[in-house]
Structures are given as structure tokens and as C-alpha cells.
């Protein structure tokens, strides 16, 4: 926290200081330096007011042998200064042995430099008058170590390169600290230039900091240099995992390209040290598709045991990374097998069985409308279209996964004829969900349905046939030669069901002949603008997060043979924004050339491409400055109503922290002085307020014309580069509170889908506490948004506390069909697969982020940004979007044969071990179950037995176990 001078207050976040060793360094030293002014002043009285201290009250406050050693130093420094040159050894000998055997705690500095620091000049006075020579040298190496007491300058270093060559240690931890902190400054200010005895100290600086216990200080020194590969050759066996686990969480805190370097790094080490599976988890950490999968096949070339090698395919298929390996790698096929994720659906299943969950389950096991105050007069329940709509949708969510429900699986065409057309498609396609990742027996039960002649229950065939494979890779490829067909149907339903079928069968697999079959609508030049969408979104889902240059440039292409009023107008070209977005997920700059192509677009749509493009390109990386930019999008105002509104709720700006500006003032150019200073005499006055009512003319000429669409795109943007680090995260919390405050309409709608962005799978009380709230609000949009939030952040927990308030909701809005409906979705996402399944896009110990998981779920959300007209109107289909992003929340366990090996875990919440000395726990609050068992968010599992080794250091997902020898403990 900053105070200025003016009052105001700035906050800065944590990482805008985590990865600057010099700073911290240089905080050490104003540390030492104000101890050691405070030592030497005191006040002599009671009150306020300070009074110099004489020395002779100076020495009256000293010990006696604080006083004796303060005449020793005076006399040790006054016989440096006589000519007689055969005592000055001896006097520099003594001045060492005093200082290096003087002792300092946290509160005070050593009293050897306390009291030589009124001789600091006089001794620098000495050496400039020496000659040169040992004693010269030996009289810097004294300097340098007074000069840590000295408020300002690099003297520090500077006498240090001038003194002996004598061991750092010598002269403790403090002074290696402040000579780090200025070799730091050094470098920023010359790259070293002149200079090269400085990089021999880091040389002798980073061995020191790694055998004490400060691998730190040692990689944040390197990080400084912009030489982190050099701590290659320094680590050992006994440091290498405090080094990467401290590497591996700067990478969130550091710009691009210093992130890819990092796990570049660490990706090294742990492959020196033979542990593949951490060195994949950097792999799969890295922004880049390309480089991740050229790394991981690099992995798996090095590493010759089979058993490893099964685990690796396991991570890779959580990933949904898919790797053609060489037929040199041993058993190639089974390896392929389990990266194509073949057997998920069984060990799902098994784990049901162990949990005794098979029972399916209908809707009104869900609603509990018995549980319901009865309203007097209310009659009988209508069997209404819109909530057996609902009801499809809560049986899939509820079912997913397990092949058998009460609606569809017994007698599926009573149930979807009691839906009405579009609704029809919808319940076909909730079959899909029913019957996820079970590809041979999936499509055998669709299959009876796209024989049918209505055409929408058809599509919904094609839908469940895509949302079955999705994240599951088949040599065979049913889902292309099954939809293929229908690309170009006439049939407005089917082709709509089949482009977003394949999107999802084959989401984050960058297939190029998948890509080829979906661009067909684009490059044929006939297609509406809703079939453009459709295949631009499915096309989005497939290259999601490779920036694919086919894809990118007939997407541009399609945007610019578009009529510009069509773009502002029609929700349909807001998808091909959304395509450009997915396909630059997480790829920071790499954007560039579409950002540039998108500025000859209509100004209004153009804003908000580029801003979903820019957002979506930062995803999960926490940059500080892009989530300022966003905020500040956020403080535009729109059209008369928020000019009037903006006057009622003008606040103070103390009131509004973390916004650029009070609700009335505006940004940059536009802004109004809160208050105005008024100068002696009337003129002046009258001066000013005329100034005043200019400014505020000026302002209301320049506010921006639109419908501020953009502004929602930047809420959710908040949210997508927050979400990937904890302290942006909360920072991004506290923001949301002041733009529901605060913001326009179409920002208090956003701020819901936001919410549940930052905290999917999460349900943290503070956000479900505001998300209640926001469900009772006044404009209905908000209220539905924050209805399908709650869903999101509690999907999969079967949280009590949600449960019961969205039962509170469908009381609430019993006569009210939309917010009725959503509230239904809501529940059935909460007890999505019985509270076996998440939507998280983050695993491995919330380390990496599955941009196909991503994918689905940011597109879910950008499209409820115009909810009334696309869920809630006859495209509630996109619920099934979020099908890329469900995984199961598991872990379980196998033996070498990949059978289920019972064995004892602990579960509880995960400690940050980061930077802490010794084995520190990582787990707290732990209960002892035996596996398989769930895993909430935030939570970490580790095994609770010595018979077993785990082939994972993350126990999540797909573990393998070995069994354990004598001495495989002490080496793990």
C-alpha cells in the first residue's frame, strides 16, 4: 500500500511484486539502514518533540562492553589513518574478526557496523589515499560490508569488486543479500557492461544460496539476469524440487516469452533428474500446442520404462492431447488406447458401482417439489413444453455418463414428443450426455433416432451422436462419417446439429480434416449468417487454442463479405468473433495479425472482437495490466439512461477502489474534476464554474454512442485472466462488487457470468451469497444470468446450501417460465452426474488448463450474454457446449495392469509448500478413505501407505502404483 501525498490510496497485488528479487532486496536494505539510523537516534523525552542526544548521553545509554567496543573500533579506525604502514594489517585483521564475529537479529543490526558507520567517510578517505595492495584490498572487502548501512548508492558491490577474493560466506547471509539486490540494479541499469567481475560473483553467489536453503534467492537472482537456464549446472538431487516447485509458480507472475522459459527449464531439470511425469506436466503447461506436443514426444522417446510411459498417456489424455507416437516406443497401440481416452467410460462406471450411484435418477428427484410450501388455490402443475424442455436437460446433466436414465433410455419417443419442435432436438440430444464417452454402445442406441421423419428429432440424433464422442478419439471416426453428410443439408436443424456435433466430437484436436469439412459453409459463399456462426463456433472448438491461419483467415474473410449493419445487428456475427477468440486461447501474442485485421471491421463490432480476441489470448495468465485495460473499458458510459443514472448514484471517488474514476467522472479525456479549486476573487470563481459547465458539455458531446456490447465481452474478460492465479482471482472478486455497483446495464448482466467463471466447480460461500442476491434483482436478464451462475459454480458438488436456495428460487418464480427454467438447469448442473463430474478446466493440482475444457464452457458464457434471445429462445441447444468441459472429479488408482487397486488415501484441503524449509505437509484437515474417492476443488489426495509408489507426483485422475522395495522410500 502506497500513500501519496494528495490522500489517495493505490493497491497494488502481490505478484506486481513477486517476481522482482531486486525489489525485495531493496526493501531488505532500507530495513538495515533504518535500524541502523534508529539505533543512533533516540528520543530523551516523553513527548513528541525530537532532540538530538549528546554523546555524552550516547555513551550513558552503552553497556560497558558495548562502550568498550565502540572505543576499540574508534581506536582500530584512528590507527588506520597514521602513516605507519606495518600496523594497518594488523588493525584491518582485527576490524574483520570483530565484524564476522558480531551476531544481529531481525530488530537490530550487528553493533560493529552501528558504530563504524559514523566513520564510513573517513574510511572511504583512508582508501582513496592507500596504495594499492592487499591491505587496500582488505580494506575494501570492510567498506563494502559498512556500505550495507548506507541509504543509497551501490558501494555495496562496488568496493566488493575491488576488495579480495575472499569467500562470501564469510560475511553472512545479510551482506549476500544486499550484494544480490545491487548486482540486480547493476544489471538493469548496464547489462554488465565494463563489468564482467560481476557475473564471477553471481557464480559464487548462486552456489552459496543453493547449499543454505535458499534456492529462492538464487533462482529470482537468475530470473533478475535474465539467465535462469544457468541454474542447470547448480542443482542437485537434494534441490531440484524445492528449484522447479518455485520456478513452476513464478510462471504466472512473469510476462511472455520469460513464462515459456521458465518450464523450458524446469522441463530440463526434472528430465536430468528422470522425472517424466513432472517434466510432462510442463509440457502441457506451455501456451504453445505445437511446442507442448513436440516436447511431450520428446518424453516419451527418453523414458524406457512401459509402466511410466501408461501414466504419461494418462495425463496426456486428461490433457486430450493426442500423440502419434513412433512404433519405436513398446507397446505404441496400448499407449495410444489410453490417450484416446477408450476407457474412461468404464472406470467411470466402476467408480459408480463403488459408490453405489447406479440407481438413475428422474428430474423430481432433483426438484424435490414435495418439499415445497403448498400455495392454497394453485391447482394441479400444467405438463408444460418449457419445463419438460427443462427436464431434458436436468436428465442428461444428472445421468451423464452413465448409460441409463428414466426418460430416454426406457422409451425415449413417449418423452420427446411431449416437447415441440426446436425442443424436440434438444431432448434427442440429451441422450448424447446420457450415453457420454460410450462410443460402440452410445451410437447403437442413437442410431434408432436418425431414422426418424421428423427432421428436428433427427438433429438431435446428430447432436447426441457428436456430444458421445466428445473427448474420446476413435481410429474409426464415427462422428465424421456420420454428420459429414449433413454439412450441407438443406435442412436448416440437421446442418445446425451436425456442425456443432463435429465441433464437439472433436473439440481442442486441431484435425485438419475436420477442419476441412466444417469450413465448408465458409468458403462456399451461399451460407446465412447463422450457419457462419454455427460453423465458425464449431470450428473455434476444434483449433481451440492453436491459432490456426486457415481457420483465422476464413473467419476474417467470412466477417468482411458481411454487410456492416448485419454485424451490429444480428447476434449470429457475435459467433464469428467468438471462433477467433477460442482459436487464440492462451496464446498471448501470437494474435496480433487478427487484431490488426479486425480494426477494418464497423467500429461497434470491431471493439468487440478485439476484445474477446485480446481476453481470450490472456486466458489464465493473470496479466495485471490487461485486467486494468478491461476495467477501464468497463468505465465508458452509453446513451441517456446511464446519464441520468450515473447522476443519482454519483459517489465520492474514495468510494469506488479498484475503478479508474468515480461513476460521474468518466476516463481520460472525459473525465470531471471532482471538486474545483476556487482562487481568490469572484472572478475567478465565476471563471471556473464556467470551465465546469464547458467540461461537462465537452463530455456529454464525446460519450460514445452503442450499445456498449463490448463492456460485457470485458467483464467476462476479467474473469478469464483471473481465473488462473489466486490473488488475481480475489482481486477480480472485489472488482465484480464495485461494477454491480457501479456499471451499466449490460454490465451488471455480465458481472454474473464472471462469478461463475472465476469459481466453476467452486462453490465458495461469498460468491454464492452474491449470485443469491443477484437472483432476486430487478432487471431479469441479471437475474437469469446469476440463476445459470450458480449452476456453474456448483456443478457437480451437490452442494446442500444450493440445492436448497435454487428450491427457494423455483418457489420464488413459479409463475415466471424463463427464470423457472433456468433455475431448473441450475439444479440439474448442480448434481451434474450425481456430484461425480466437474466443470473445472483446471487439473493437476490446479497447475494446468485444458483449453478444450476452456473452450466450451467461455463459449457457453459469451453466447448467455444475450440470454433472453438465445437460451431462453429456440438456440437452447449451446447448453451443450458445456459437454467439452465435464471430466470426472476421481482419482483412482491401478496397478501395473491397469486394474483398480484398492488401496488408503489421506484427502484434505492443499497447502502452499512454496519457498518453506524441510518436507512441510501438504495437506491439512485430512480424512483417511480408501480409493477411488472424489476430489472437491482445492483439495489433495496422498497415499496413506507405505506398500505402494506412486508413478504420479499428483494424485488426480488415472494413478498407477508400483508396488515398493526395500529402499525405493528413502530414494522417493
Known sequence: RAVLPEGFCFYFPLSFFFFSPSCAHACLSVNFVKMAEGDEKKSSNDGNEETSISPVAKEADLSDEDRQLQDDLTMLVERLQEQQSDLHGPTLESLRTLIRASTSSMTSVPKPLKFLRPHYDTIKTVYSSWEDGDNRKLLADIISVLAMTQPEGRECLEYRIKGSADALESWGHEYVRHISAQIGEEYVENKFEGSPQTLELVKDIIPFNMDHNAEAEACDLLMELERISDIRQYVTKNTYQRVCLYLVNCVKYVPSPEDEELLQTCLEIYLEFKQYAHALRMALMKPNRGAAESSAHGIFAACSDNIVQKQLAFMAGRQQVFLDLDEEVDASEDLSEIMANVHLNTHFLALARELDIMEPKSPEDIYKTHLETQRPFAGNVVDSARQNLASSFVNGFVNAGYGQDKLMTTDGNKWIYKNKDGGMLSAAASLGLILLWDVDGGLSSIDKYLYSNNDHIKAGALLACGIVNCGVRNDCDPALALLSDYVSSDVLPMRIASLLGLGLAYAGTNTDYVVETISTPLTEGDSSLEILGIASLALGLVTVGTCHGDVTLNVLQALMDVDDSLLIKDRNARLLALSLGLTALGRQDACEATLEALKTLPEEFCQFATILV????????????????????????????????????????????GLP??????????????????????????????????????????????????????????????????????????SYAHLLHYGEPVIR?????????????????????????????????????????????????????????????????????????????????????????????????????????????????????????????????????????????????????????????????????????????????????????????GERAELATDDYIPVSPILEGFVILKKAEEGDEEED
Not at 485495460?629 to 459517489?651: A, M, T, Y
Open 749 to 937: 448482466r455480465a458481472v454474473p457470468l464472471g462469478l461463475a467463471l472465476l469459481s466453476v466447480s467452486d462453490p465458495k460461500l461469498k460468491v454464492l451469497d452474491t449470485l443469491s442476491k443477484l437472483s432476486h434483482d430487478a432487471d431479469s436478464e441479471v437475474a437469469l444470468n446469476a440463476i445459470l451462475a450458480l449452476g456453474i459454480v456448483g456443478a457437480g458438488t451437490n452442494n446442500a446450501r444450493l440445492a436448497a436456495m435454487l428450491r427457494q428460487l423455483a418457489q420464488y418464480y413459479y409463475k415466471d417460465d424463463n427464470c423457472l427454467f433456468m433455475t431448473r438447469i441450475a439444479q440439474g448442473l448442480t448434481h451434474l452426474g450425481k456430484g461425480t463430474l466437474t466443470l473445472s478446466p483446471f487439473h493437476s493440482d490446479r497447475c494446468v488448463m485444458s483449453p478444450a475444457n476452456l473452450g466450451g464452457l467461455l463459449a457457453l458464457l459469451v453466447i448467455c450474454l444475450d440470454v433472453k434471445q438465445t437460451i431462453l429462445g429456440n438456440r437452447h441447444y449451446f447448453l451443450y457446449l458445456l459437454s467439452t468441459a465435464i471430466q470426472p472429479r476421481m482419482l483412482v488408482t491401478l496397478d501395473e495392469d491397469l486394474n483398480a487397486l484398492p488401496v488408503t488415501v489421506r484427502v484434505g484441503q492443499a497447502v502452499d509448500i512454496v519457498g518453506q524449509a524441510g518436507k512441510p505437509k501438504t495437506i491439512t484437515g485430512f480424512q483417511t478413505h480408501t480409493t477411488p474417492v472424489l476430489l472437491q476443488s
Open 661 to 734: 474514476a468515480a461513476r460521474a467522472s468518466g476516463t481520460g479525456a472525459d473525465a470531471v474534476p471532482a471538486a474545483v479549486t476556487v482562487t481568490d476573487g469572484a472572478e475567478s470563481a465565476d471563471g471556473n464554474a464556467g470551465d465546469d459547465k464547458e467540461k461537462k458539455e465537452e463530455a456529454k458531446k464525446k460519450k460514445k454512442k452503442g450499445s456498449g456490447a463490448h463492456q460485457g465481452v470485458a467483464v467476462l474478460g476479467i474473469a478469464l485472466i483471473a481465473m488462473g492465479e489466486e490473488i488475481g482471482l480475489e482481486m477480480a472478486l472485489r
Open 614 to 657: 485480446e481476453s481470450c489470448s490472456k486466458a489464465g495468465t493473470g496479466d495485471v495490466l490487461a485486467v486494468q485495460n478491461l476495467l477501464h473499458v468497463c468505465s465508458e458510459h452509453f446513451g441517456e439512461e446511464s446519464s441520468k443514472r450515473s447522476k443519482k448514484e454519483e459517489k465520492p471517488a474514495d468510494d469506488v477502489l
